[in-house]
């Protein structure tokens, strides 16, 4: 009896040490290279590399970022697994570039809230003048739908009215994001005009403007 508790014992011992690395081989090839590259963030925001200043590091990191997708698009995941972790990519990028901007002075985040004399426009509150900075900055290193830059601000910990009021209050084109985003997808990967307009649909925009999008491409 006491043989057949041990036996039992060692089995259970034998299959939880076998449990990590059957978790790690599962993953897929795309997801190892997004722990690289988060890794890699994660280091540059940390350090800080010494006297870069913020924009410098931002372009790093926009820089890392790129590269990371251009090796996705190269392992033999499937497409779809593919996207997936470029998009969880795109985000942590993202959210290092805000927090960096957050640390930027003020003035450079909300100057687009301001009035013509500098002084800040006191009916708006703060943080909604804060998101309206933030969905700018985001746009200067990246094209989103209008769905999109509001998921993001979500994800940056923006309550709800204060990214509505970003999206609605932003000077942008959401055709021409949508042309820029066709124009991205199709420089990391060759997929097809249908493919194309449902990654579109897929990435926040409306059937107009991924339409817009298949019809203005070059």
């Known amino acids: 009896m006491k043989n057949k508790i041990i036996k039992t014992i060692l089995a259970i011992c034998l299959v939880l040490l076998w449990l990590p690395t059957l978790n790690v081989s599962s993953q897929t090839e795309s997801e190892q290279k997004y722990g690289e590259v988060v890794a890699l963030l994660t280091e540059l925001t940390e ?5 870069l200043s913020e924009y410098e590091l931002i372009s790093m990191i926009v820089y890392s970022i790129n590269e990371g997708i251009e090796e996705i698009q190269t392992l033999e995941d499937d497409e779809s697994v593919k996207v997936e972790w470029i998009n969880e990519l795109e985000k942590e990028g993202l959210l290092r570039i805000k927090n960096i901007l957050l640390e930027i002075d003020g003035e450079e985040i909300i100057k687009t809230s301001n009035n013509a004399d500098g ?4 009916d708006i509150p703060r943080e909604f003048k804060n998101a309206l900075g933030t969905a700018e900055s985001y746009l ?3 094209s989103f739908s209008k769905e999109g830059l509001y998921d993001q601000l979500i994800f940056g910990k923006y309550p709800e009215d204060a990214a509505e ?3 609605e209050n932003i000077n942008v084109d959401w055709n021409e994001n949508a042309l820029k985003s066709a124009l991205n997808y199709l420089d990391f990967m060759s997929i097809s005009n249908e493919a194309l ?22």
């Open 47 to 51: 350090d800080k590399l010494n006297n």
């Open 119 to 122: 002084s800040l426009k006191e």
């Open 140 to 142: 200067k290193f990246m």
């Open 165 to 167: 009021y970003a999206v």
């Open 197 to 218: 307009y449902d990654q579109l649909i897929f990435a926040g925009y409306t059937p107009e403007q991924a339409q817009y999008a298949i019809d203005n491409l070059d």
